[in-house]
Nanobody, 117 residues
């Protein structure tokens, strides 16, 4: 079965950096999109960034130029490099895997990112 495990969250000062990792197991090599989403208290879960099995990336406007999504296929791992962090980036960050053949979504448990002023 598909399992996603996030790590790398924590507390950081504004302007600092963090790198999140998501280790996936049981996923299909092709025809998928992996991504990061986040949810702050009282808000809807929102897209942060995605990367397809073909390497195409997509970013939400608030993180463009600051965050970079990447992956290591050999390690079944997707990363989110977060630079120039702002307090409004504070949220629980979730790893997502979507298998395009079935449109089935899988989620990790999330990792907390807190950015202090």
């Amino acid at each position: 079965q598909v399992q996603l495990v996030e790590s790398g969250g924590g507390l950081v000062q504004a302007g600092g950096s963090l790198r999140l990792s998501c280790v996936a197991s049981g996923i299909i090599f092709s025809s998928n999109v992996m991504g990061w989403y986040r949810q702050a208290p009282g808000t809807q879960r929102e897209l942060v960034a995605t990367i397809s099995s073909g390497g195409s990336t997509n970013y939400a406007d608030p993180v463009k130029g600051r965050f970079t999504i990447s992956k290591d296929n050999a390690k079944n791992t997707v990363y989110l490099q977060m630079n120039s962090l702002k307090p409004e980036d504070t949220a629980v960050y979730y790893c997502n895997y979507r298998f395009l053949v079935t449109q089935r979504n899988y989620w990790g448990r999330g990792t907390q990112v807190t950015v202090s002023s």
